[in-house]
T-cell receptor, first 113, second 115 residues
């Protein structure tokens, strides 16, 4: 069965600092991988996705993620965090990218001024 | 990306009543729609998958008689929470896909509060 782990429940960084959110997955085939962001009380916004090809994926808002098959990881990074990045971040595996998702537990990001 | 609209965004209902949540694909035909539930401070859990014109497939542990899903057209799926109770209070979110090899897009979610 597919599963997604996000080891960090809550991360706090200072504004302007770099950020890395970890994501590990378990899936028998080539995964379709996603990162979503959710602001309080809001829906999901897609940050980026990986289907195939270049393992370094660029997304919106200055985020990027790197797919490492050997480590079953898809970590999200941003070189300089803005206060508006404070939110909940979910990593997800798409069984097929048009089909259902298995979400990780989420990482809450707090940003200090 | 394609647009999926969910309505209402927030709803408060009395215990024992039923509430209907709509999920619409605005600019594409959604052959498959998915319904997720998010408990407070928790991740999203798939409740059911619905294909247009077919009965929904429910995940284990989801009461199909409580959570009625209808996908009668290629642009609309509805989730009806029947005889709602306070423990049904949650954030419900849908996603829609144009087919097995096309990306799924999420609605903005519905916050249900049962009092």
């Amino acid at each position: 069965a597919q599963s997604v782990t996000q080891p960090d429940i809550h991360i706090t960084v200072s504004e302007g600092a770099s950020l890395e959110l970890r994501c590990n997955y378990s899936y028998g085939a080539t995964p379709y991988l996603f990162w979503y962001v959710q602001s309080p009380g809001q829906g999901l916004q897609l940050l980026l996705k990986y289907f195939s090809g270049d393992t370094l994926v660029q997304g919106i808002k200055g985020f990027e993620a790197e797919f490492k098959r050997s480590q079953s990881s898809f970590n999200l990074r941003k070189p300089s965090v803005h206060w508006s990045d404070a939110a909940e971040y979910f990593c997800a595996v798409g069984v097929y990218y048009g089909q259902n998702f298995v979400f990780g537990p989420g990482t809450r990001l707090s940003v200090l001024p | 990306g394609a647009v999926v609209s969910q309505h209402p965004s927030r709803v408060i209902c009395k215990s024992g009543t039923s509430v209907k949540i709509e999920c619409r694909s605005l600019d594409f035909q959604a052959t498959t729609m998915f319904w997720y539930r998010q408990f407070p401070k928790k991740s999203l859990m798939l409740m059911a998958t619905s294909n247009e014109g077919s009965k929904a497939t429910y995940e284990q542990g989801v009461e199909k008689d409580k959570f009625l899903i209808n996908h009668a057209s290629l642009t609309l799926s509805t989730l009806t929470v029947t005889s709602a109770h306070p423990e049904d209070s949650s954030f419900y979110i849908c996603s829609a896909s144009g087919g097995p090899d096309t990306e799924a897009f999420f609605g903005q979610g519905t916050r249900l509060t049962v009092v």
